[in-house]
């Protein structure tokens, strides 16, 4: 039973940083490629970023893309993504994800297998 767990959230004032991670439990995903979403309230789930598994691979959306930096360490099976310059906008419950796979649909949400239970970034202006 694989368990992904988020953590490093909280309230921070706009233009400040926060450093997400996401510890993997139960099996190795090292082969995996894995992904942050978030979710704000009355809104989607929106896809922000994605790393392959070596680690050299990354994809962001487009509103984050110069400010949110994502990387891994195998060893420890862990993804970060550190955020910085955030903005009011990037409020939301931010969720990790997996999966054994990266088709042409890995911003979709229904594309990864294994997802954490969520973590509360809030950012004041």
């Known amino acids: 039973q694989v368990q992904l767990v988020e953590s490093g959230g909280g309230l921070v004032q706009a233009g400040g940083s926060l450093r997400l991670s996401c510890a993997a439990s139960?099996?190795?995903?090292?082969?995996?490629?894995m992904a942050w979403f978030r979710q704000a309230p009355g809104k989607q789930r929106e896809f922000v970023s994605i790393?392959?598994?070596?680690?050299?691979?990354?994809d962001y959306a487009d509103s984050v893309k110069g400010r949110f930096t994502v990387s891994r360490d195998i060893a420890k099976d862990t993804m970060y993504l550190q955020m910085d310059s955030l903005k009011s906008e990037d409020t939301a419950l931010y969720y990790c994800?997996?999966?054994?796979?990266?088709?042409?649909?890995?911003?979709?949400?229904?594309?990864?297998?294994?997802w954490g239970q969520g973590t509360q970034v809030t950012v004041s202006s």
């Open positions: 994800a997996a999966s054994q796979y990266a088709t042409a649909t890995y911003r979709q949400y229904h594309n990864y297998n294994y």
């Open positions: 139960g099996r190795t995903l090292s082969n995996y490629f």
């Open positions: 790393i392959g598994p070596s680690g050299r691979t990354t």
